[in-house]
């Protein structure tokens, strides 16, 4: 029966839909049906931030990541910590645009016009004339899912809410006396003796008993468990295997080749000489006036002499780098220059002389000198190169096609992956010992979480049904199939007996190695003239650690040198045991004046991060801030 409702499932929803309507037609919809009342997680300043919300703010930020970072894999995203953590970056937003109304914080016309012209993108979209080219801009935002208008009020609103925190941590000050105290005992160093008891030097006293074997086992089962596992079958659709499919008509070939041959040929270069008078773009208005003056009287001057240019560069032109060899700048392409001058360049003719042009870094005459044209290849020479961008080109087209056939075919043959595989000419591979969590450094279709959710899904174990069609990257699909699946389960003993046993053995040697390292350092404690295996001393700080565990150094840094020698002793775990004795503290070199610059500068800003944070928890109990839903608790494992 279910096997022919999806064979006919369009028939199928055809007549829930003739269904359905009547009733919504007679009975009427709910007036809450499509109103928000949803669950409330988090309430900021009296105003709610529902369920819906909060889920929708996380799939835009898990779609934003999965367009940077295709491969990533989705359960990370999707994990209770991921979404918290969306969750906990929406509060923060309300309590500080809270804070800007509050304090009337408002972001004028030309503030927000500065910013939007320290944004690169925005700033390369400006014309010689410096207007801006508002369509390219509105295809700029667009991309971002906005409006110009909209983009600017997110932006003005981001200016606001950043003068919330940023007048808290920009006034941040510490004295030197304050910055020294701190960063002295942050580096503090100590000359220490250390003992180690390693484990592998008391593996030969351990000598295990089957009994002991045993009883380790039933006590260490989970260490034991063989993780679910299949033999799968899967194929890709990818932008390669539609590329493949293409055969290209010779006609079109030949078009392309008309349409495209200055463009395939390569860059056309210009070489150009010039006279600038120097005028950075931030000199006196009065300094730039002079400035364009002096070369306005030039630029007459080799008007009426053209020949004399190379003559009055070198005399004038405050280019240093070109004033010598007559302003000549040798041969460019585009974007070798600065765009105004770039420009005015390959808007001339041989020969030409331009008007003044203004760059940033003054005003310029140029002489167009020279233009080479690259060489017209034929036809044969530039098939190859044709040949796989007009395919690229069509692939690019048809994917969306193809996977439409795609999903389609291995939904409506879901007993196997043949079919669409030979409708599409894809390739059937295989692979075993696949686990719903794939192995650290596995890449591919079987590293994507989400096509090992739908493999792993009890409807895909039970029915070896294909799975649906998975987007794993940009025009990137896969499904997959289990061919055979073993369950998770306990390893018998006979099977992990050697793993037990050396288990058995690491554990038992690393608790006498500790025992005897506690023995040692009671002793050591009570005679310290006694103490013998210490090795020579070392000298330890945090950031100089010498190789040594960082358990032992923080225990290190943290004895009590009231009285000194001073001992600790450290478990290690399956490292052993650790005892230190601390004979001394080292005063701190003086820094050198570049060093001891930027660790002012890195305290500063751990310092004014630390009051960022306490301002922020200071708006939030201003502002009432609640989070209804608890904090998701992080397993270790």
Same mark, same amino acid.
């Given at each position: ?24 037609? /007679? ?46 894999? =989705? ?30 914080? %408002? ?17 390369? $979209? ?39 925190? +940023? ?11 304050? %910055?020294?105290?701190? /960063? ?19 593996? +030969? ?42 055969? /290209? ?5 030949? &078009? ?24 950075? @773009?931030?000199?006196?208005? =009065? ?19 053209? =020949? ?17 060899? +007559?302003?000549? /700048?040798?041969?460019?392409?585009? +974007? ?35 233009? @080479? ?46 079919? %669409? ?25 079987? =590293? ?86 210490? $090795? ?98 992080? &397993?270790?494992?």
């Amino acid at each position: 029966m279910f096997e022919s409702i999806r064979k006919h499932s369009k028939i199928v929803m055809l007549l829930l839909f003739l269904l359905i309507i009547p009733s919504f037609v /007679l009975v009427g919809i709910d007036s809450n049906y499509f109103s928000e009342t949803g669950v409330v997680v988090a309430r900021v300043d009296g105003q709610d931030i529902k369920q819906t919300d909060w889920d929708n703010a996380h799939k835009m930020e898990t779609d934003r990541i999965r367009a940077q970072s295709p491969g990533v894999d =989705a359960k990370l995203l999707d994990s209770p910590e991921a979404r918290y953590a969306t969750l906990e970056r929406m509060v923060r937003d309300r309590v500080f645009q809270a804070a800007a109304q509050k304090m009337h914080l %408002v972001t004028s016309d030309s503030r927000l016009a500065r910013s939007l012209q320290e944004i690169p993108a925005i700033a390369e $979209l400006r014309r010689p004339d410096g207007s801006l080219d508002a369509e390219a801009y509105r295809a700029l935002v667009g991309a971002q899912g906005l409006t110009p208008e909209g983009f600017e009020a997110n932006v003005r609103r981001d200016i606001s809410v950043n003068q919330v925190v +940023g007048g808290v941590m920009g006034s941040t000050f510490s004295t030197d006396a304050q %910055v020294k105290l701190s /960063l002295d005992a942050l580096y503090q160093r100590r000359e220490v003796q250390i003992a180690r008891f390693n484990p592998a030097d008391f593996s +030969g006293k351990v000598t295990p008993t089957d009994a002991d074997l045993e009883s380790y086992y039933q006590t260490h089962t989970a260490d034991f468990q063989q993780a679910e596992q299949a033999a799968v079958e899967y194929v890709v659709l990818d932008i390669d295997s539609v590329r493949a499919g293409i055969t /290209l008509n010779e006609d079109d070939l030949r &078009t392309y080749y008309k349409e495209n041959v200055a463009r395939l040929a390569g860059k056309e270069e210009r070489r150009a000489s010039h006279i600038l008078i120097n005028a950075l @773009k931030d000199a006196p208005a =009065a300094d730039r006036e002079k400035a364009k003056a002096r070369a306005t009287q030039l630029l007459e001057q080799v008007r009426k002499a053209p =020949a004399t240019f190379a003559e009055v560069a070198k005399k004038s032109s405050e280019d240093t780098g070109s004033a010598a060899t +007559g302003g000549d /700048l040798n041969f460019f392409g585009l +974007g070798a220059m600065v765009k105004p001058f770039e420009d005015a360049a390959f808007a001339m003719k041989k020969g030409d002389i331009s008007e003044v042009v203004e760059t940033d870094f003054g005003y310029h005459i140029i002489l167009l000198t020279d233009i @080479k044209t690259p060489r017209q290849p034929s036809f044969e020479e530039l098939r190859p190169s044709m040949e796989a961008e007009l395919k690229q080109q069509q692939a690019q087209r048809k994917f969306a096609e193809v996977a439409e056939s795609f999903a389609n075919g291995v939904y409506e043959q879901s007993d196997s992956l043949n079919p %669409v595989a030979e409708k599409l000419q894809l390739k059937v591979m295989t692979a075993s010992g696949v686990t719903r969590t794939p192995a650290p450094g596995t890449t591919g279709p079987l =590293a994507n979480g989400k096509l090992l959710e739908a493999l792993f899904s009890s409807d895909s174990i039970e029915n070896k049904r294909n799975t649906e069609a998975v987007e794993i990257g940009p025009s990137q699909m896969a499904a997959a199939r289990v061919s055979t699946y073993t369950a998770a389960r306990t390893l018998p003993l006979d099977e992990v007996r050697p793993r037990v046993r050396s288990l058995y053995i690491a554990e038992k040697s690393a608790e006498l190695a500790r025992k005897e390292g506690e023995a040692k350092l009671a002793a050591w404690k009570s005679a310290p003239d006694n103490a013998a295996g210490l $090795l020579p001393a070392i000298v330890v700080s945090r950031d100089q650690p010498q190789n040594q565990p960082r358990p032992l150094v923080d225990a290190v840094l943290g004895a009590n040198t009231a009285t000194l020698p001073a001992w600790v002793g450290v478990d290690l775990g399956a490292q052993g045991y650790a005892v230190a004795k601390v004979n001394r503290l080292v005063p701190r070199e003086t820094p050198n004046e570049q060093i001891a610059l930027q660790e002012r500068q890195q305290y500063l800003q751990w310092w004014s991060n630390a009051e960022g944070l306490a301002y922020y928890e200071l708006l939030k109990d201003r502002f009432k801030v609640q989070i209804k839903v608890p904090r998701p608790q992080v &397993t270790s494992g």
